[in-house]
C-alpha cells in the first residue's frame, strides 16, 4: 500500500511505525473472514481491511469524524486478524495509533469522555477493591445490568506459607485481585506444589493496558516505568521470571520493550522485562514431573472440560494449544469447540463501551463452548471470564483453579 502521510505524523515514532505497517496490507481481505465485527455487522468499515483505510486516510491529512470513531471503537482488537494476515500486517499497533490521532480531532460526548475516564481511573485506582466489595455485598439490590458486571464474592484461600530458593515474580493487576482473587492465590499454590515461590513485588500495579488502549498512552507508559522499577530489583537478585496469568497483562508487558523503544532511560530496562514475561501456560510444562507427580494415579474418568483461548493468549502472545495439551497431560478431558479463534466480547473494556456487540459475540462464543456439555468452562484471563459467565449457569474459571483443585483433591500439600 502506497502512503503519502501528512506533515503532522510523518516524521513522528508513531508515524514511522505506522508508515511501516501500512505499507505491508496488499488489500487481499483475508483478515474479513475472521473479524469478528465484520461477521456480525458484515460493513467493509468494521473489518481490518476498512479500518486500514480509515487510518491512512486521516494519517494522511483527511479530516475524522464521529463516523470515523465510531468504526474504530467497534474494534476489538483481538488481533486476530494479525494471525490470519499473510502479510504480517500488525493491526493491533495500527489501530492503537490511529485511535489516538482520531481522539485528539474529534471530541467525544460528555457522557462517552466522562464514562472512559471513570473506566481508566477506577479500575485501575487502589479504590476499586472496596468499591467491588461494597457492590457485591449490595449485588441482590443492584439492577441486572450491573449485577452481571459484579460477581459474587470470592473465597481466595491460603497462601502457600513454603519458602523457596526458586523464585517468579507474579503481577496481582488492578482488576483481578477485587474480582476474582482465587486465581492469584491459586497460581502461588500451583507454583509452590513445583518448589517455586511466588513473590508479588508491591510497588508494581495496573499493567498500562487499560489506559493505553483508551488512548491514554502517557498514563500506560507511567504504568510500565512503574511496574519496570518495581520488578527489576528481584530480577537481579535472581527471580527466574515474571509470571502472568492474566493474558491480557502478559501481552502488554511483553510489548513494554517495543512502547518504551525510545525512551533513553527505560529502553533497555523494558527489553529485558519483556523478555522476563511469561505466560503461567509457558512456565508449568517444564515443572509438570512435579505436579503430576502431586497428583498421582486417577483412575477415576477425566472431568470434561472445555478451553476458550482469550485473544491476547493466541492471538497476542501466539501461545497455542499449550493449555489444552497442559491439561490433557494432567488427567482432563478437554473437548474440542467450534470457532475457537473467536473473540468472545470482553475485549478489556469493550464489554462496558459497546454492551450489544459485547454480548452478541458472548452468546455467539458460549454456543459453541457449551456444546460439548463441559462440566467446567476454562480460560486464561479476567475479563473472558467474567464476561462469560454472565452468559451461562455452567462454571467458568481459570484454568490454574481447575489445576489447583484438582491438587487439593489428590494429596494434601507438604509441610
Not at 506533515?7 to 511501516?20: C, L, N, Q, S, V
Not at 476489538?76 to 492503537?96: A, I
Not at 485511535?99 to 464514562?115: A, F, H
Not at 462464543?365 to 459467565?389: D, F, M, W, Y
Amino acid at each position: 500500500m502506497q502512503t503519502q502521510l501528512a506533515d503532522f505524523i510523518k516524521d513522528t515514532a508513531d508515524g514511522r511505525e505506522a508508515d511501516a505497517i501500512l505499507r505491508k496490507c496488499v488489500h487481499c481481505g483475508f483478515c474479513t473472514a475472521t473479524c469478528p465485527t465484520y461477521q456480525l455487522l458484515g460493513d467493509e468499515l468494521d473489518g481490518p481491511r476498512g479500518r486500514i483505510y480509515l487510518i491512512k486516510q486521516v494519517l494522511e491529512g483527511a479530516t475524522p469524524t464521529a463516523k470515523t470513531q465510531l468504526h474504530l471503537d467497534r474494534c476489538l482488537t483481538c488481533r486476530n486478524c494479525e494471525t490470519t494476515c499473510p502479510s504480517g500486517v500488525q493491526y493491533g499497533r495500527l489501530v492503537d495509533i490511529g485511535r489516538k490521532v482520531v481522539d485528539e480531532q474529534v471530541p467525544r460526548s460528555t457522557g462517552d469522555s466522562l464514562k472512559r475516564t471513570l473506566l481508566k481511573q477506577g479500575l485501575t485506582s487502589p479504590a476499586f477493591a472496596p468499591a467491588m466489595k461494597l457492590g457485591q455485598l449490595l449485588r441482590p439490590l443492584l439492577p441486572q445490568a450491573l449485577q452481571s458486571k459484579v460477581p459474587v464474592r470470592q473465597d481466595a484461600g491460603a497462601w502457600p506459607a513454603r519458602s523457596h530458593s526458586r523464585k517468579m515474580l507474579l503481577l496481582a493487576g488492578c482488576v483481578q485481585p477485587a474480582m476474582q482473587p482465587n486465581i492469584n492465590a491459586a497460581t502461588a499454590r500451583v507454583l509452590d506444589a513445583a518448589g517455586i515461590e511466588t513473590v508479588i513485588p508491591p510497588a508494581a500495579g495496573c499493567c498500562g493496558a487499560i489506559r493505553y488502549h483508551l488512548n491514554d498512552h502517557d498514563g500506560g507508559l507511567a504504568d510500565a516505568r512503574r511496574n519496570i522499577d518495581a520488578w527489576l530489583p528481584h530480577l537481579d537478585a535472581g527471580a527466574e521470571a515474571i509470571v502472568m496469568n492474566a493474558s491480557g497483562c502478559g501481552a502488554m508487558v511483553k510489548e513494554y520493550g517495543h512502547l518504551l523503544r525510545d525512551d533513553p532511560v527505560y529502553a533497555h530496562k523494558a527489553e529485558r522485562i519483556s523478555a522476563a514475561t511469561r505466560d503461567v501456560a509457558e512456565v508449568l510444562p517444564a515443572l509438570g514431573t512435579e505436579i503430576r507427580a502431586r497428583l498421582g494415579e486417577r483412575p477415576d474418568e477425566p472431568q470434561r472440560v472445555v478451553f476458550h483461548p482469550p485473544c491476547t493468549l493466541q492471538h497476542a502472545q501466539r501461545i497455542k494449544g499449550t493449555v489444552e495439551a497442559l491439561l490433557t497431560s494432567l488427567g482432563a478431558d478437554v473437548a474440542p469447540v467450534g470457532e475457537n479463534h473467536f473473540c468472545c466480547g470482553s475485549a478489556g473494556t469493550y464489554s462496558v463501551l459497546q454492551p450489544e456487540l459485547a454480548t452478541a459475540l458472548r452468546d455467539r462464543r458460549l454456543g459453541h463452548l457449551e456444546a460439548p456439555l463441559p462440566k467446567v468452562i476454562l480460560s486464561a484471563n479476567i475479563g473472558c471470564i467474567t464476561h462469560l459467565q454472565t452468559g451461562t449457569e455452567t462454571r467458568v474459571m481459570h484454568w490454574i483453579e481447575w489445576l489447583d483443585e484438582r491438587l487439593a483433591a489428590a494429596a494434601p500439600a507438604p509441610a
